[in-house]
């Protein structure tokens, strides 16, 4: 099975701090990659998508190494509204389908 | 623009019982999804439909199955529930296969 592997955490982190996650991948193949929030008992929400040339949203950075096989989240200048589980997920090639990890729980903390 | 709705939002069923999940997308998606979402599990899929008319299986089919009503419309049917079916299960869309997928509110499930 085709796997994206999370640090589950929880990282808790004082508001207005830097916070950093990385997920790793093992489909070679994966085409896309993307990084979801999900708040405690909601949907999971699209947060973005990560380009080969990594990609800014704001506070937020997400970087993708392909040679390590690895996506990673930055965020800056924390909120606590921040505080919710990052799910990371790789696209594989073909019908490969998408692959959920099983998320980083982050706490802001004020 | 309410974007994908599902129904119900909750449900108690009695192993042994049937029901179907209604799911249903206005943003003119091609594809559409049903996962699963256990603790400690992550999301798992367990049908797609690529386009209208066509539907194949994902991670975990086995106890259930699908019908694409209509592009807007995609519905997972539990035969017989099970108590490992219990258990929030979410619907998603997409504009294509596997493309960024836009989430519902989700169904919680409880078997007994």
């Known amino acids: 099975r085709k796997e994206v592997e999370q640090d589950p955490g929880p990282f808790n982190v004082p508001e207005g701090a830097t916070v950093a996650f990385n997920c790793t991948y093992s489909n070679s193949a994966s085409q896309s990659f993307f990084w979801y929030r999900q708040d405690c008992r909601k949907e999971p929400k699209l947060l973005m998508s990560v380009y080969s040339s990594g990609n800014e949203d704001g506070r937020f950075t997400a970087q993708l190494n392909r040679a390590s096989q690895y996506i990673s989240l930055l965020i800056r200048d924390s909120k606590l509204s921040d505080s919710a589980t990052y799910l990371c997920?790789?696209?594989?090639?073909?019908?490969?389908?998408?692959?959920f990890g099983k998320g980083t729980h982050l706490i802001i903390q004020p | 623009n309410a974007g994908v709705t599902q129904t119900p939002k909750f449900q108690v069923l009695k192993t042994g019982q049937s029901m179907t999940l209604q799911c249903a997308q206005d943003m003119n998606h091609n594809s559409m999804y049903w996962y699963r979402q256990d603790p400690g599990m992550g999301l798992r899929l367990i049908y797609y439909?690529?386009?209208?008319?066509?539907?194949d299986k994902g991670e975990v089919p086995n106890g259930y199955n699908v019908s694409r009503l209509n592009k807007r419309e995609f519905s997972l049917r539990l035969e017989s529930a099970a108590p490992s079916q219990t258990s929030v299960y979410f619907c998603a869309s997409s504009d294509a296969e596997y493309n960024e997928q836009y989430f519902g509110p989700g169904t919680r499930l409880t078997v007994t």
């Open positions: 439909s690529a386009s209208e008319g066509t539907t």
């Open positions: 997920v790789s696209r594989g090639g073909g019908a490969d389908g998408l692959t």
